[in-house]
């Protein structure tokens, strides 16, 4: 497995509150993503990065942000968490974009929100 | 926006059969990519299929890219326990969009 690391790995928390989930990488890889995985829709793309302090939003990236100071770390905010956002949140990195270096995934954050 | 569809949802196999998985995109791939998910895990890349009519094998998996490159397929035979999981097809056309995936289920 490549080397990334989510955290936390399970989170509960309450509507209206604030939340950062973590991605660190050891790969040293350009691209990173965040996806969302809900049951019937796959994976879905929230946000990614394709270098430090450049990122881009994905197809459901309302209600999120992101930000990449570092090559390894890419944070995913969540400002006010609503109900809607329970889901299992998933970082991949890639070396490039879809293309022969595939992408890798985290084992994933479990986030529920009350 | 680009689409990619993949049936069907749920396959429940008898263990040692046969069973396809099918993907389609609403555009023309670059390329195509499969990802398998075990239970509780995370997606596992597979294989990626690059050229028209391309056909790639592992073991008993085998994965077909269509002429079109629109349309992609996988193939498990003597279906095993070890395939249960969850497998996605995600296709590339200037970024990468993931079907819903197929849920496997394996009765021994």
């Known amino acids: 497995d490549a080397g990334i690391t989510q955290s936390p790995r399970h989170k509960v928390t309450e509507t209206g509150t604030p939340v950062t989930l973590r991605c660190h990488q050891t790969?040293?890889?350009?691209?990173m993503y965040w996806y969302r995985q809900d049951p019937g829709h796959g994976l879905r793309l929230i946000h990614y990065s394709y270098g430090v302090k450049d990122t881009d939003k994905g197809e459901v990236s309302d209600g999120y942000s992101v930000s990449r100071s570092k090559t390894e770390d890419f944070l995913l905010t969540l400002e006010s968490a609503t109900s809607s956002q329970t889901s299992v949140y998933f970082c991949a990195i890639s070396e490039t974009p879809g293309g022969p270096d595939t992408q890798y995934f985290g084992p994933g954050t479990r986030l529920t929100v009350l | 926006g680009q689409q990619v569809m993949q049936i069907p949802q749920y396959q429940h196999v008898q263990e040692g059969e046969d069973f396809t998985t099918y993907c389609n995109s609403s555009t023309t791939l670059s390329n195509i990519q499969w990802y398998k998910q075990r239970p509780g895990g995370h997606p596992v890349f597979l294989i990626q299929?690059?050229?028209?009519?391309e056909v790639k094998k592992q073991k008993r998996l085998t994965f077909q890219f269509g002429e079109a490159k629109k349309n992609s397929s996988l193939h498990i035979t003597a279906t095993q326990t070890t395939d249960v999981g969850t497998y996605f097809c995600a296709g590339y056309d200037y970024k990468l969009s993931f079907g819903a995936g197929t849920t496997v289920t394996v009765r021994a």
């Open positions: 790969e040293n890889h350009r691209y």
């Open positions: 299929l690059v050229k028209s009519g």
